[in-house]
Structure formats: C-alpha cells, structure tokens
C-alpha cells in the first residue's frame, strides 16, 4: 500500500496566487481529514470528511479556505487568494472506521 | 473546545532511560491519540486507546478516562526515539484536538 499521497510534496508561491493541495488517501479508508501545521500554533484540524461528505469545516480559517472531496480516493484543498500567513504544512491522513490515523508526508507552503 | 496540555514540553535524556510523558485534557472524550513526529516532518500514528493501557514494542500507552489524564512511556529509550511527540484527544471519526507536543531528545 502506497500510504496516504500528497502533492505537491513543496509549493512556492506569490500572494494573491490560488494554490490547491491534492490528496489521495488509503484505498478503503471512509475518512479523510485535512490539518495545518504552523510553529505558533502546531496541529489544528481544518476540516474532516466521512464517506465524501464533509462533517466539520469549523476549522477553516475564513472564505479563502475551500476544500472538496469528489471521490473517495481524491480530495483537494484550495486557498484563494493565497496570503504569507498562510504559510504552512498541510498534513492529509485518513482513516477507517474511526480507527488509526494514517498521514501524508505533508505539503509545505510557502506564499511570499 | 477541548484544552490540551501536555508535559513535559522538552525532555532530554540519556539512552536507556525510562520515559514518561503526560496528557491531561478538558472535555471528556471516548479514545485518545499519540503520534510521533519525526525530525523529518512526517507523523506516525502511535496508539488510539479508549481505555487501560495499550503496549507496542517498548512504548506503553495508558488511559484514565475518568480522570481525563493519559500517559506515553517508553521502556530501554534509544537516540532514534528522539522526536516530537503528540497527544490528540478524540474519538471515532472526530477531527482530533492536538497538544503542542512534546520534543524529545534521547542521547547516546
């Protein structure tokens, strides 16, 4: 098993620009979750999806935030536009059954 | 929302010793999570528990759910269990609320 994918692995870009962060999670898994991660304020939890319907996106932080799941083995997360504040690594993982947590390596962003 | 705290937030210690790090958590919830972060960035899933006491290796994860408290500890510690690790209170599908982490450091 391949693990939970993400891509791009590294993204650079200016402010303003759109950026969409890709996921495929584990093949099966019913879950999937999208979180940030930041040096002030570590782990937090974006917003969840089960079985493709997203469940809770209190964790968004505001309208530049969206995030879709089409099928159950993509998902993306998109911010427009792009701020330096938004810097960040962008952790995708899934699960099944509300079992364990399996996460992506993790997107690093870094808009300037 | 559910308030983490973690301690110790830094812990060094000399290969071989027993290590112990605690999670105690505000709003009651039906399991627990503990991750390990390595130096690299990538997050493992350790143990999800929701009672007692869960063992893997020479790490041993316990639970008081009453008491909103859990524990991490690691038996015989080693330089490469050096890393942040992460208590995540949370069950089921739920989004998981994260402590800061504990950063570890093991030296040889």
């Known amino acids: 098993d391949a693990g939970v994918i993400q891509s791009p692995r590294h993204e650079v870009t200016e402010m303003g620009q759109e950026v969409t962060l890709r996921c495929k999670p584990i093949s099966g898994h019913n879950s999937l979750f999208w979180y940030r991660q930041t040096m002030m304020r570590g782990l937090e939890l974006l917003i969840y999806f089960n079985n493709n319907v997203p469940i809770d996106d209190s964790g968004m932080p505001e309208d530049r935030f969206s995030a879709k799941m089409p099928n159950a083995s993509f998902s993306t997360l998109k911010i427009q536009p792009s701020e330096p504040r938004d810097s960040a690594v962008y952790f995708c993982?899934?699960?099944?059954?509300?079992?364990?947590?399996?996460f992506g390596p993790g997107t690093r962003l870094t808009v300037t | 929302k559910n308030e983490v705290e973690q301690s110790p937030q830094n812990l060094t210690a000399q290969e071989g010793e027993f290590i112990t790090i605690n999670c105690s958590y505000s709003?009651?919830?039906?399991?627990l999570h503990w991750l390990q972060q390595h130096p690299g960035g990538g997050i493992v899933s350790l143990f999800m528990l929701s009672s007692g006491k869960k063992k893997h290796g020479r790490l041993i994860a316990t639970i008081n759910i009453q008491e909103k408290h859990s524990s991490l500890h690691i038996t015989a510690s080693h330089p490469r269990d050096s890393a942040v690790y992460i208590c995540a209170p949370g069950g089921g599908a739920d989004g998981l609320t994260f402590g800061k982490g504990t950063h570890l450091i093991i030296q040889p």
């Open positions: 993982a899934s699960s099944s059954g509300g079992d364990s947590r399996y």
């Open positions: 709003v009651g919830i039906s399991a």
